[in-house]
Each structure stands twice: as structure tokens, then as C-alpha cells.
């Protein structure tokens, strides 16, 4: 069943493979590759202590002496799946401590894991063992904005939520919208490349950066921080950090460009009887909606009844939901309201009316509230799936005729190993940016699990490979999934990307275990 | 011949279009009025003044006879009519005012209300409407419209039953340390309190049906009403800004900040 090139790109990783599925992978164990570096010591805070504010040291260690709790928020992930053993944290205010932390770092072969909001999914913000934590809390000031052009200067720990309020007085939004929003940072948002709700209409991160300031591995400081649209000088560095997820060197600044608010925005959610209706439905209203649609997300009945029932926004009635088995949201944004009113109208008539039988019944948000609050059920769906159980996620790449497909083998493998029971696997969700052709395959279980784990990996990363899909659409690597890398990437890609690696951080001390294989 | 089963139900949901709730508020330079150029939607009271009689319907069924919505504002104002009947209302009545008239007071509105009620060919029984409006938070219409028709009233309520064979109303009303049950006769005026119901999203047939049920207009010279403000609003300012507070490193950074401040031990 798996194609003769995923079949050849898991026998390539499979050996290496083995030995790291265990469940061990998660804790630091002596099946992680050593790296040479060293942990943190006393001296080493001393040195710490010699140029940073107190207040930007939290160490375990003394004479700080921090009590261990207050580094666990840094130490664990938003999961609560995977927990470093770091015994400092640090928080410099300018690039220039950065750039101090760095080099000294480098010099000891001390690991960093540089942190920001910590609301990553792959495990790429946490410690695998003791490393040093790197957060970029208190670098958080906006440095510029230049209402004429939309671009913005910001330090990388300003909170994307901070600056979307920032923004709004102006006219302006950010080009990426995701469920962290409210704890996230822009330097963390660049160094995952993240997608989120607005990537349809706006594009990728590499499209809306205009230049970044990075500390490289040695703590030299490369300042790209350019406001220019264009500017085709040599060779394009800023792509390679973006979305490096802080293995090629710490984002201290990010230069980006930010689109004009849209003067009107609706959201409707759609009703379908089953997954025969959602292409249909795509492509109509692709065509109907052109340059207004801004977001075309989707979700199976699951995740929509398991995000209303924890209360993540309110649901719809029970006559609209009656026999649909999937939901979408469109939202549209555009420049007159009457205009783009008179095209949803026209567009819901179209697929409401009972010959096509494409839509069985939706809602149409009345007032800014209401359009919150159903945005709310589609973003609320991790949270809601956290609430259910421990989460596996899966998020990938695949065709989008695919997604029905991939969920329903999913759930077949699951229960031919007898793993569908309340103690054991107790949801099987999807949802996603069905535009981007992005699903996020959720699984809610009573307890992380070897045998779970080993059910569900790698026969996912096997189907994925089989559509020649990516093992990670939008969350990265970190380090949950340096082992299936494989299964996306040949391997002269990763050949070529280990070579770089060494070359920007020949110690290997920037955020060690994560992204490549060991 | 007297009529053999008790006449049904005509039910009046005036709704206001104000300031969305979710929009920051920003006072003009004038310090006379706020910044009105942004997003409007339903008093949300007003929505579950609208859903309230739609739930109704769905427990009486035919008993109710007609859910009117009624509003009173500028031509755009028709949209949140439009909203109303989406969400379940019969037909509408707009009382237009021009796009630049001042904002009409309580006691314009609740005459209007008053003067739309008896230009009506069958009876209203019931007045549900919001507590008050969420841009002026007055609190007052829902009472002096009672109050000028001469009908019961029953404010703040959090939950609303209705026997309309014995034309009577049990409402429990929220009031400070409790709940209060009120029997009323018939017919009534009841304002919304939040914790009533919890409103609808319009569905999209609702919506479409919405769109082909009849909106009648007035003037409110057609009503007999002069809606000219006695009241007159001398200025509006914002809260006093709340100033950030800032951490001090150790204890002694502390005493010394208190001592700077003129606090000193007791």
C-alpha cells in the first residue's frame, strides 16, 4: 500500500527509528545521543549574575536558590507532555544580554533552548534534559511602525496579541492569527513559521518578514532588520531562520509587514450532510467568494461536539446541527460591507437551495460578538481536545480528498488493536485549514502510552508519506519529530541541512535533539 | 357571541441598534458624544428580549400569534430588524429618524412605543424588551412605557412564564439579594435580564426567510410624538487611566519606595 518512495524513506529511517520510539524519548534518558555539551553551574550564574538584572535570573541553583516549581512552567511544555530538567532560566531585556548569554554559552558548550510563549506543540520549546533556557519574555517592546507601508519593527517576545492590539488604532492587523495568540511570541511565531487561520489570504510567514535580528550560535548579532519590501541583495538569510525553530540562532527582532483592516468581516458556519459535500463546497465558494474569502476552515462532527460540550464558544441549535457530520467556517474580509454581504448572499442562497444538497443549514454571525464566539468552536478544539485527554497530534499535509480517508483508518487501526475504550484511546478528532490543505488528526487519550504511541506511530507518518504529504504542516519538527523527518524529506535534503547546521552552530549548542535527526 | 377560546397572543419586541459591545469606546474632542463610526450591532438585551418571544412561540405554539419587532433609529437601524426576524420575529416596525437626529431619550422612545401599540389592528399582550440599553445603560423605557400605557410591569427578569389561557404571567425577577416571583395580569410589559435565556445564532434559512417578511415604516410625526431631547448631555469624559505599578527588585528597594511615597511605620 505505501508507495515505492515512502517505502524506501522508512526503511531509510526505520533503524533509527526503533530505538527512539519508546516513551523514555520523552524524559532524558541515556538513549539520547550525547552532544558533548555541558550542564549549568554555579560559576556559570556567578557569570550570569555579573550583567544581567536579578530579576532576569531564575536558577535552582544557588545562591538563587528559586524553588524548582517556579521553573516548571518553563521546563514543561503546553501539553504537559514533555518536561526538561533545565536548572536556569534566563531572561535578558536587550539583544546585547542576548548576545552575552550566547557567546558565553558557545564558549562553556552549554545547550539553550531559546523559549518564547512556550505554547508549541512538537516539544521544541523545552529542555530535553538540563539545558539552559533562553526566554524572550522581557524583549518586548515594539520598536517601530510605519502606518504608510503597514511595517512593523518588533522585539521577538512581544506577544502577538499585544501587537494586534497595538495595530488596531492604526487600521492594521497581523498577517497570522492562531489559538495562542494570547501567549505566543513573534519571535517564536518566525522561528516556527507558523500558519494559522489567515495563511489562505495572507500567505506564509517567509512572504511577510521583511528581516529579522538574529544572535547567531557565536553571539555575533546579525542585524537584517530591513524595512524594505524588496531588496534582492544577495543571498536570502532571514528564510533560513525562519521556521529553523532556534537551531540556527536566537530571533531577537523581526521586521514584518502587516495588511490594512479589513473594513468588513462575516462568518458563517456551514452545516454538511457528509464529506461528499465539502470539495463542492470548496470550490464554489473559492469561486464565488475570489478575494474576500480570507479563512475556510473545517471540522468533523467530533471536534465540533467536543469543543461545545467544554465550553469553548457557544454551539449552534440542534435543528442546524440535525445529521451534518461535518462543519465549516467561512469567514470573508473585504473592503465594503454591502458588497460582500450581497456576494455571501448570494453564495449562501446558491448552496442552501435543496437541489444542489450541499448545505443542510448554518448560521451567519449577526454582530462582532457572534462572529467571536464561532470562531471560538473552531480555535477552541485543541484546547477542548486537552481538556478530553492526553492529545497525540498529528498535524499534516495532505490532499484534501484525503481527509476523510486518513481519519477513518486511523480509527480502524485503533480498533483492531483494541485501543478504542474509554482507559485507553477516548477521541479521534480532525479539523483544519481545509484551504491549505492542512489537517490537524487529534487523538485524546486516558494516559500517554507506549502502546498507544506505538499504534499510532508510524502508521500515520506511513499513510502521510503514502499521499506524499508532510509529517508537519504548520507545527514544525521540535522534538517529537525529528524521527519522521524521513518521511517528508529525502536524504540529500537532510544531508544538506545537517551541513548548515554546522556550519552556523559547529558546538551544536543551539536548541539541541530538535528539528534534525540524531 | 362571545368569543368561545381566549383570543391569542400579540407579542412587541422593541430592540435598539447601538455600539457593539465588544468595540473600545473612544470619547470625541468635543467631550460631547462618542466615537459612533464603529461596529453596531442588537442590544444584546434586546436579543434576549427577541429570542425570549421566539422560545415562547416554541412552548405556546400557536398561541402566539404575532412576534412584532419595533425599532427606533436612523435607516440603517433596518438591519437590526433584519436580525430580529432572523432569529425567529413575524414582521417589523421601523420608526425612521434622520441619520443625523440626536440620539432619541427614553421617554421619546417609550411614546413612540406607546403611539405604535394603539396604531396597531389587534391588541399587543406582550411587551418584552431589554433592561436597558447598553450604550446610554438608562434602565428607564421598559418602565415609563408601562407606566404611560397603565399595564403591569415586571423588570429584570430571569425567567418568564406565560399562561394565556387565564391571561396571566408568572416572572421571576432578579433584584439585589435574590429573586422575586410576580404574578401579573395580562397585559404586561417584562424587561430582560441576562440570565434568561441565552440567544440564537440566526440561521441561514431563518435568514433568508427573513429577508421577505414585511417591514412597516413610519415617521414619528405619523405617531403623533415630538421626540425633541430635554435632557441635554454637558459632558462625557473617559475613566481616569489606570497607571501601570512597577516591581521592585529586593525589600530594601521596597521600604524606600514607601518611604519616597510618605508611608511610613505605625
Known amino acids: 500500500m505505501l508507495s515505492a518512495v515512502a517505502r524506501r524513506r522508512v526503511l531509510a529511517r526505520a533503524p533509527v527509528w526503533r530505538a527512539s520510539s519508546s516513551l523514555l524519548r520523552q524524559r532524558w534518558a541515556s538513549t539520547t545521543v550525547s552532544l558533548n555539551l555541558n550542564s549549568v553551574t554555579e560559576a556559570d550564574l556567578a557569570h550570569f549574575s555579573s550583567f544581567l538584572a536579578p530579576s532576569s535570573i531564575l536558577s535552582t541553583l544557588s545562591p538563587s536558590n528559586t524553588p524548582a516549581d517556579e521553573l516548571t512552567a518553563f521546563n514543561n511544555d503546553w501539553m504537559g507532555k514533555y518536561k526538561g530538567k533545565s536548572t536556569m532560566v534566563l531572561k535578558p531585556r536587550t539583544t546585547e544580554e542576548v548576545s552575552r548569554i550566547v557567546k558565553y554559552c558557545n564558549e562553556k558548550r552549554i545547550g539553550i533552548v531559546p523559549q518564547g510563549g512556550n505554547t508549541g506543540l512538537v516539544g521544541g520549546s523545552v529542555p530535553v534534559r538540563d539545558e539552559l533556557i533562553l526566554s524572550l519574555s522581557n524583549l518586548n517592546k515594539i520598536r517601530s511602525f510605519d502606518p504608510v507601508s503597514g511595517i512593523l519593527v518588533a522585539d521577538a517576545g512581544c506577544i502577538l496579541q499585544s501587537l494586534v492590539d497595538y495595530l488596531a488604532p492604526h487600521n492594521h492587523i497581523m498577517p497570522i492569527d492562531l489559538g495562542a495568540k494570547g501567549s505566543c511570541h513573534i519571535g517564536g511565531n518566525v522561528s516556527t513559521n507558523a500558519g494559522g487561520l489567515r495563511l489562505l489570504r495572507y500567505g506564509s510567514l517567509h512572504g511577510a518578514v521583511l528581516g529579522l535580528e538574529v544572535v547567531m550560535p557565536d553571539g555575533t548579532i546579525l542585524n537584517q532588520l530591513s524595512t524594505l519590501r524588496k531588496d534582492n541583495t544577495g543571498y536570502d538569510l532571514k528564510q533560513l531562520f525562519i521556521g529553523a525553530e532556534g537551531t540556527l540562532g536566537v530571533v531577537t527582532g523581526v521586521s514584518i509587514l502587516t495588511p490594512v483592516m479589513p473594513a468588513a468581516t462575516n462568518a458563517v458556519v456551514l452545516a454538511l450532510p457528509s464529506f461528499d459535500q465539502v470539495i463542492p463546497l470548496y470550490k464554489i465558494v473559492k469561486r464565488d467568494m475570489g478575494e474576500i474569502l480570507s479563512a475556510f476552515e473545517y471540522m468533523d462532527r467530533n471536534a465540533y461536539t467536543l469543543s461545545v460540550k467544554h465550553g469553548q464558544g457557544k454551539a449552534l441549535s440542534e435543528e442546524e446541527t440535525e445529521g451534518a457530520q461535518y462543519f465549516v467556517l467561512i469567514e470573508t474580509s473585504g473592503g465594503n460591507k454591502e458588497h460582500d454581504e450581497e456576494k455571501l448572499s448570494n453564495l449562501l442562497e446558491k448552496v442552501m437551495d435543496p437541489d444542489t444538497g450541499l448545505v443542510t443549514s448554518g448560521v451567519l454571525a449577526q454582530s462582532p460578538t457572534q462572529f467571536e464566539s464561532l470562531w471560538a468552536i473552531r480555535e477552541g478544539i485543541p484546547e477542548a481536545v486537552g481538556k478530553a485527554g492526553k492529545a497525540y497530534k498529528y498535524d499534516v499535509s495532505i490532499p484534501v480528498s484525503k481527509f476523510k480517508e486518513i481519519v477513518d483508518k486511523t480509527r480502524e487501526h485503533l480498533q483492531s488493536k483494541g485501543l478504542l475504550r474509554e482507559d485507553a484511546v477516548k477521541e479521534v478528532v480532525s479539523y483544519g485549514h481545509f484551504g491549505d490543505g492542512n489537517i490537524h488528526l487529534n487523538i485524546a487519550a486516558a494516559a500517554y502510552t507506549p502502546e498507544i504511541t506505538a499504534a499510532l506511530e508510524p502508521f500515520v507518518f506511513e499513510l502521510v508519506a503514502s499521499y506524499n504529504g508532510s509529517v508537519s504542516a504548520e507545527h514544525g519538527i521540535g522534538y517529537a519529530k525529528t524521527s519522521a523527518l524521513g518521511y517528508s524529506k529525502d536524504q540529500t535534503s537532510i544531508e544538506l541541512m545537517k551541513k548548515i547546521k554546522k556550519l552556523f552552530d559547529p558546538n551544536g549548542i543551539m536548541n539541541p535533539w530538535k528539528v534534525l535527526p540524531h | ?266
Not at chain 2, 394565556?164 to 439579594?177: C, F, H, P, Q, S
Request: proline share 7%; net charge positive; with cysteine.
Open chain 2, 1 to 266: 357571541m362571545r368569543p368561545t377560546s381566549a383570543r391569542l397572543l400579540n407579542v412587541l419586541v422593541p430592540v435598539k441598534r447601538c455600539v457593539d459591545y465588544a468595540v473600545k469606546i473612544r470619547v470625541n474632542p468635543d467631550q460631547k458624544g462618542i466615537d459612533l463610526s464603529v461596529k453596531h450591532s442588537m442590544n444584546p438585551f434586546d436579543e434576549i428580549a427577541v429570542e425570549e418571544a421566539v422560545r415562547l412561540r416554541g412552548k405556546l405554539k400557536d398561541a402566539v400569534k404575532s412576534i412584532k419587532v419595533l425599532t427606533v433609529g436612523p435607516p440603517k437601524a433596518a438591519e437590526t430588524l433584519r436580525t430580529a426576524l432572523a432569529m425567529g420575529a413575524d414582521s417589523g416596525i421601523h420608526v425612521e429618524l434622520p441619520e443625523t437626529a440626536p440620539s432619541p431619550e427614553p421617554l421619546s422612545i417609550a411614546k413612540l412605543i406607546k403611539a405604535s401599540i394603539e396604531k396597531q389592528k389587534e391588541p399587543i399582550d406582550l411587551v418584552i424588551m431589554g433592561k436597558q440599553a447598553i450604550d446610554d445603560d438608562a434602565g428607564q423605557t421598559g418602565q415609563m412605557l408601562a407606566g404611560l400605557l397603565g399595564w403591569s410591569q415586571a423588570t429584570f427578569a430571569s425567567k418568564v412564564e406565560v399562561d394565556e389561557t387565564n391571561k396571566v404571567a408568572l416572572v421571576t425577577r432578579e433584584i439585589d439579594g435574590g429573586l422575586q416571583e410576580v404574578r401579573c395580569k395580562l397585559p404586561l410589559v417584562v424587561t430582560t435580564d441576562l440570565r434568561l435565556n441565552e440567544p440564537r445564532y440566526a440561521s441561514l434559512p431563518n435568514i433568508m426567510k427573513a429577508k421577505k417578511k414585511p417591514i412597516e415604516k413610519f415617521q414619528p410625526s405619523d405617531l403623533g410624538v415630538d421626540v425633541t431631547p430635554i435632557l441635554e448631555t454637558i459632558k462625557i469624559t473617559e475613566p481616569p487611566k489606570r497607571i501601570g505599578g512597577t516591581k521592585v527588585e529586593s525589600v530594601d528597594e521596597l521600604v524606600a519606595k514607601l518611604k519616597a511615597a510618605g508611608i511610613t511605620a505605625v
